[in-house]
């Protein structure tokens, strides 16, 4: 009885195994990221009544073949994540401890394709941009006022757009695949006649809005951009690496 149903059991695990090998992940013939640049982005969350309530900063490095992003970098809540294109893997660094955690990157998958997605049809049949008249210094860049509003799902946003940045980061990866193959669900791959009102250039701030309502509820702002990225965010020679997959 225990042969009959255990090495059925053991098959099925090193199936699974095979499945997330680090050697299985195909998706990266080409890993190395084309541009190279340190984004640093803030976040403001704010109440229901709409006083602050949390700020958060993040900063996203793009190097040679990954990507490292560091939340509230220097503070005690620090987190790092290390994506490494050419090993299809994923670190979670404990900067304190100098320890790795070393995992599979394919799993994130499914995420990455989420958070583009959230991003790629604020466009849709439902929703229309407004250009405004409205222009404002922030961060140093000059930048114009869009509004974007849906009818359907009653949400607002404001958008502040310079043309004083130009960068192009649709060959990089991000969260586990490239920017450009997020693209495919994007207005241009459609035959709808884009709006003459859509934003053109990179947005600065962007300001999210509760239903139905004026008050604000996220609010990120892109703090600066620079061309260059430093490699001691990629820099492993210090951590001892914990392999997730030696533990199964």
Same mark, same amino acid.
């Given at each position: 009885?225990?042969?009959k149903?255990?090495e059925? *059991?053991? &098959?099925?695990?090193?199936?699974? #195994?095979? $499945?997330?090998?680090?050697? %299985?992940?195909?998706?990266?013939?080409?890993?190395?990221?084309?541009?190279?640049?340190?984004? =640093?982005?803030?976040?403001?969350?704010?109440?229901?009544?709409g006083?602050?309530?949390?700020?958060?900063?993040?900063?996203m490095?793009?190097?040679?073949?990954? &990507?490292? #992003?560091? %939340?509230n970098e220097?503070?005690?809540?620090?987190s790092r994540m290390? !994506?490494?294109?050419? =090993?299809?893997?994923?670190?979670?660094?404990?900067?304190?401890?100098?320890?790795a /955690?070393?995992?599979?990157?394919?799993? !994130?998958q499914?995420? =990455?394709?989420k958070?583009?997605?959230?991003?790629?049809?604020?466009?849709?049949? %439902?929703g229309?941009?407004?250009?405004?008249?409205?222009?404002?210094?922030?961060?140093?860049?000059s930048?114009r006022?869009?509004i974007?509003?849906n009818?359907?799902e009653?949400?607002?946003m404001? =958008?502040w757009?310079?043309?004083d940045?130009?960068? $192009?980061?649709?060959? %990089?990866h991000? !969260?586990?695949g *490239?920017?450009?193959?997020?693209?495919?669900? /994007?207005?241009?791959t459609t035959?709808?006649?884009?709006?003459?009102?859509?934003?053109e250039?990179?947005?600065?701030?962007?300001v999210?809005? &509760?239903?139905?309502n004026? /008050?604000?509820?996220?609010?990120?702002? #892109?703090i600066?951009?620079?061309?260059?990225s $430093?490699p001691?965010?990629?820099?492993?020679?210090?951590y001892?690496?914990?392999?997730? #997959?030696?533990?199964?």
């Amino acid at each position: 009885m225990k042969e009959k149903h255990a090495e059925p *059991q053991r &098959e099925k695990g090193r199936k699974a #195994l095979e $499945d997330i090998t680090y050697e %299985n992940d195909t998706r990266y013939p080409v890993p190395n990221n084309p541009v190279k640049a340190t984004l =640093a982005l803030e976040m403001k969350t704010f109440k229901k009544n709409g006083k602050l309530k949390e700020t958060t900063t993040t900063k996203m490095v793009f190097g040679d073949t990954g &990507e490292c #992003l560091i %939340n509230n970098e220097g503070s005690k809540d620090e987190s790092r994540m290390l !994506f490494d294109y050419k =090993a299809a893997a994923l670190y979670m660094l404990n900067t304190q401890d100098k320890i790795a /955690t070393k995992m599979p990157m394919i799993n !994130f998958q499914k995420m =990455a394709e989420k958070l583009a997605g959230d991003q790629l049809y604020i466009e849709d049949e %439902n929703g229309k941009w407004e250009r405004t008249n409205e222009v404002k210094q922030i961060h140093g860049k000059s930048c114009r006022k869009y509004i974007y509003f849906n009818s359907k799902e009653k949400t607002k946003m404001h =958008a502040w757009v310079t043309k004083d940045i130009s960068i $192009d980061l649709s060959g %990089n990866h991000l !969260f586990g695949g *490239q920017i450009q193959d997020f693209s495919s669900g /994007t207005s241009a791959t459609t035959t709808r006649k884009i709006d003459e009102n859509f934003p053109e250039g990179l947005m600065v701030r962007s300001v999210h809005f &509760e239903k139905n309502n004026d /008050t604000p509820s996220v609010q990120m702002d #892109l703090i600066t951009v620079d061309k260059t990225s $430093d490699p001691k965010y990629f820099d492993l020679s210090g951590y001892e690496i914990h392999d997730v #997959l030696s533990k199964l």
